[in-house]
């Protein structure tokens, strides 16, 4: 796995915790910011070919 892979999809595994806590937390402004964050890395890695489902839930 090469770095832009490896640093992607540690990047999704630290929003989807993220979004998880301010969802939580009541924090609806925090969550949408992280909500937005997450589509936006998912559509990198549409973009780039690297597989998300698996590896990140």
Do not use: K, N, P, W
């Not at 989807?16 to 301010?22: E, I, K, P, T, V």
């Amino acid at each position: 796995m090469d770095a832009f892979t490896a640093g992607l999809l540690h990047r999704i595994r630290t929003t989807q915790s993220d979004l998880r806590q301010a969802r939580e937390s009541g924090d609806e402004f925090l969550a949408d910011v992280e909500q937005a964050e997450l589509e936006d890395l998912h559509r990198l890695a549409a973009e780039h070919g690297v597989q998300v489902t698996a590896a990140c839930g």
